[in-house]
């Protein structure tokens, strides 16, 4: 999880840094006493193979395109999860729109901040979806399962104290077939220098999580 001092970590959500990053992925002669004999049957052979065992190319991905971010989340939940935001959101630029697409929403309404990106990323297939998934999980500590979540779901929450100044910020990761989704809700309260309770950051999360996930099966 971020571990920046809160200063820092303010300015850099205020200027988003561009994540980038990039995916992708004989025949036999017979003998010449039956020459028919011989190129009929590696035909019949090569017919059998090509039915029983189509090629990963012809195989259809569920999802073939990252869904637009910032119509993920609806008015009413970028409203009360970040009070005083600016519902549109702001899409960060990614070098493969169809691949990775991000957007945030983020505002100070009083003393209270609050912050809350949402990530798509489409991989070639469910397996490559899930060794990622996999590989992600690795690199964090604590938290658990959303059950019910895509195929497979993870959140977690952590508080960071810079200056005597909290940050709670929730992570969930979500995988559906062959995309994550990826959000990060956090608050802070810059009079009493508190962060908000871990439940109300988890919640947060996991109910955008939930409408981001259900925005990839919508009609493009």
């Known amino acids: 999880m971020r571990s920046f001092p809160l200063p820092i970590a ?12 990039a995916a ?8 010449l006493a039956a020459p028919q004999a011989a190129e009929s049957k590696p035909t019949e052979k090569t017919k059998t193979q090509s039915a029983s065992a ?24 970028v409203k009360s999860l970040v009070p005083g935001a600016k519902t549109a959101g702001k899409e ?21 901040y609050r ?26 500590s604590g938290g658990g399962p959303v059950p019910g979540l895509g ?9 960071t104290t810079e200056d005597k100044q909290q940050t709670r910020e929730g992570v969930v990761l979500a995988r559906a077939s062959n995309a994550l989704v990826i959000v990060t809700y956090n608050g802070s309260d810059f009079e009493s220098k508190k962060a908000p309770g871990t439940e109300e950051i988890n919640k947060g999360a996991i109910k955008a999580a939930k409408e981001a996930v259900a925005a990839l099966g919508r009609p493009r």
Do not use: H
């Open 10 to 21: 303010l300015t850099a959500r205020l200027s988003p840094v561009v994540v980038l990053a």
């Open 24 to 31: 992708g992925w004989a025949l036999s002669s017979g003998p």
């Open 54 to 77: 189509p090629s990963e190319t012809q195989v259809a991905k569920t999802y073939a395109a990252a869904p637009a971010p910032c119509d993920s989340i609806a008015e009413k939940s």
């Open 92 to 112: 960060i630029a990614s070098t493969d729109t169809k691949l990775r697409r991000t957007c945030s929403w983020n505002a100070l309404k009083g003393y209270e």
């Open 115 to 140: 912050w809350l990106d949402v990530s798509y990323e489409v991989l070639e297939s469910d397996e490559a979806a899930e060794q990622s998934y996999q590989a992600r999980l690795e690199e964090k």
């Open 151 to 159: 195929d497979a779901a993870y959140s977690v929450v952590n508080l």
